[in-house]
């Protein structure tokens, strides 16, 4: 039961946190350990609650900024890499990514349509902690799931597996097991809580994240494999929703430090956006996996906040679909362009 949150996992998003300052999903199934370096910018109360300190969030206001033609040169450079490496994914490949405070960026097919599958996962965590800070919804109030709300057996669910005949969850413990495990159970009962997959939509139009639709249950993608593709994201979009929670939009400073605290914990994406990336990198990401039907992979999807080595941070978005490669080289896909990334902005 999550009925507080440790110091040692606060002192890890507490880490990342300081980070995304500037002083600062499957059908398929990475924890990330902090920087001992860095202090830690969350302390814990005597009630063992975490009292945020202020100023942990990028501001607002702040001005994006404009690359210089050196840099146009270099993003054009490494556009022409990563047009390579997807040659090798054997389908339809979308990537965005950017350092948010230089505003280096790189895309292709950024603003084409893709099935998310479990990066849905992402904004319904954000919906949910959004109520939650309006005071319609409580981390430690309880919810029943019954069997009848259990996916499919083909599709990823801990608590099916773990508590056959049901059990009683707090929406703290529903958010870990949704956002950090990918458990499609528990996005369903949060979905069901929140108002629905309209409500999530709504919410990301609120923040003005404009081609990012929830559309479906998990249950209902189960049942039929070509609803993912009315549950779908623009690789632009999901890095500007990556933005978003970076500069705290839409959530509290707790809320979003909870966010961030289940996205670097994951365990899912282990050879995704982290799989060349050097060890202790700190990752918050969310990932997504649909199945191989007829020698044909519709998602295989990583999108996360990277810290860089030189103290700013990268938002990257990598979607492939309809792919036709194996497994392991659709995620190789996913981890070079990252590393790519990584080498261009990273020093």
């Not at 600062?24 to 199934?29: G, I, L, P, V």
């Not at 607002?60 to 490494?78: F, G, K, R, V, W």
């Not at 849905?120 to 309006?134: C, E, N, R, T």
Request: contains cysteine; aromatic residues 4%; proline residues 5%.
């Amino acid at each position: 039961m999550i009925q507080t949150i440790s110091a040692k996992m606060w002192f890890c998003v507490a880490c990342f946190l300081l980070l995304t300052t500037g002083c600062m999903s499957t059908n398929q199934s990475d924890s990330v350990e902090p920087n001992p370096t860095i202090a830690p910018t969350a302390v814990i109360a005597s009630n063992d609650q975490p009292e945020i300190t202020p100023s942990l969030t990028a501001s607002p206001d702040e001005p994006h900024p404009t690359m210089s033609p050196a840099a146009t040169i270099a993003n054009s450079e490494l556009h022409d890499q990563i047009e390579q490496i997807v040659t090798t994914a054997q389908g339809r490949v979308g990537v965005a990514a950017t350092v948010l405070e230089t505003g280096d960026s790189v895309t292709l097919d950024s603003d084409e349509r893709f099935p998310m599958q479990s990066v849905y996962k992402f904004p319904i965590g954000m919906a949910v902690l959004a109520q939650v800070d309006q005071g319609i919804l409580a981390l430690d109030q309880q919810v029943r799931v019954e069997p009848n709300d259990f996916i499919s057996d083909l599709q990823h669910s801990p608590i099916r597996d773990e508590y056959p005949q049901g059990v009683e969850l707090s929406v703290a413990e529903l958010l870990r097991y949704a956002v950090s495990e990918s458990d499609g159970t528990a996005s369903d009962v949060l979905l069901r809580l929140v108002g629905g997959p309209e409500v999530v939509t709504a919410y990301l139009r609120d923040l003005g994240v404009n081609d990012i639709v929830v559309a479906n249950t998990e249950k209902e993608l189960g049942q039929d494999h070509a609803i993912q593709y009315q549950n779908y994201a623009t690789p632009d979009a999901a890095v500007m929703l990556l933005r978003a929670l970076h500069e705290g939009k839409g959530l509290s400073e707790t809320s979003q430090a909870l966010l961030l605290q289940f996205m670097t914990e994951t365990p899912t994406g282990l050879n995704r956006i982290k799989g060349m990336l050097p060890d202790g990198t700190v990752v918050a990401h969310k990932t997504g996996s649909s199945r191989t039907v007829n020698g044909v992979a519709a998602a295989t999807n990583d999108v996360g906040l990277v810290a860089l080595p030189n103290g700013q941070h990268l938002a990257i978005a990598v979607f492939v679909s309809d792919s036709k490669a194996d497994y392991a080289t659709r995620e190789k896909v996913i981890a070079q362009i990252a590393r790519a990334t990584w080498d261009a902005w990273g020093e």
